[in-house]
């Protein structure tokens, strides 16, 4: 027999609206990078598709007549939100009893879990930098995030200003290295853009690394502690989700979390209800929810590999 809806179970509705009190309560109060790293967005679609146009060069000295250019069609991006679901189940005795303080615990330790997968998911955007993620993005670039080799639509030279890849280690050096190559993007016409590095993301464990090079005031390797130039030039992030303990991300957060830079897509949000699975006086609660992310231009951003 399928689950039924029922009411069988002493003060049943109480019991869920008090579940889901609690888990929502849980689940608002956890720590979530989604707004932090995303340009978000909700959607009604199995997927969103989403085409791009090149880029303007530069606008010529006018001679008498009006130079009209052709614009290049760009990359075509497909993103598909996936489902997630987990469920808790008490026997009627249980509930009967009125163990409370064990009871109210589940729906706690439910939206624990939605809290970590969510942040597992939203991570893949770094964790898979440096490979071609097709989880939820299929982008016809078809090359990693963070890559030497970029291309462009447009026939224009990619020999300077597509790569947004290095493999130095998370130092002073490396960070002016990173900042000078971001600097240094090139549009779809390979044409100047202004990218403003401000943000950097790394793993816990750089995080005495990414203190004394980007926070003090002055250099760490230097007897006299000389200026630091990097002081006051970048926010800090140590995300527990990363999973390489040595690589690290230098970001332009304007960019990022523009429409055509890093999406996340909200198919479904974390929904939690009741079901009685009635023949075996069993009360289920479960989670669900229905999300996607990936990215769209790759300019906001420079990972390094560290090997």
């Known amino acids: 027999m399928p689950p039924m809806i029922s009411t069988s179970f002493n003060d049943v509705r109480e019991l869920t609206a008090r579940f889901t009190r609690i888990f929502h309560e849980e689940y608002d109060q956890l720590p979530d990078r989604k707004n932090d790293f995303f340009f978000s967005m909700s959607s009604t679609r199995t997927n969103e598709r989403f085409s791009s146009v090149g880029s303007y060069g530069s606008i010529p000295l006018f001679t008498g007549s009006v130079a009209y250019a052709d614009i290049a069609q760009g990359y075509d991006v497909t993103l598909t939100p996936l489902e997630f679901a987990a469920g808790m189940q008490i026997e009627r005795a249980l509930m009967d009893d009125d163990q409370h303080s064990v009871i109210d615990s589940r729906p706690k330790e439910l939206a624990t879990a939605a809290n970590r997968q969510m942040q597992t998911e939203e991570a ?114 140590d995300w527990e989700y990363l999973t390489d303990t040595n690589n690290w991300f230098m970001i332009d957060k304007r960019m990022m979390k523009a429409a055509n830079g890093n999406i996340w897509i909200d198919r479904v949000k974390p929904e939690f209800a009741f079901v009685e699975a009635f023949d075996e006086i069993i009360g289920k609660w479960r989670v669900y929810f229905r999300v996607g992310h990936g990215h769209f231009d790759w300019r906001w951003m420079g990972g390094a590999s560290v090997t």
């Open 124 to 237: 893949r955007v770094f964790n898979n930098a440096f490979s071609i993620d097709t989880r939820y993005n299929s982008h016809s670039e078809a090359v990693a995030l963070c890559s030497n080799s970029h291309t462009t639509t447009s026939g224009a030279s990619t020999a300077s200003g597509f790569d947004n890849l290095i493999t130095g280690s998370l130092n002073l050096t490396n960070i002016a290295t990173m900042r000078i190559q971001m600097r240094g993007y090139r549009g779809d016409q390979a044409e100047r853009i202004t990218v403003l590095p401000n943000l950097i993301v790394y793993p816990p464990d750089l995080y005495v690394e990414g203190f004394e090079y980007i926070k003090s005031p002055d250099r760490p390797d230097t007897a006299n502690r000389a200026k630091n130039v990097h002081y006051g030039e970048y926010e800090i992030a």
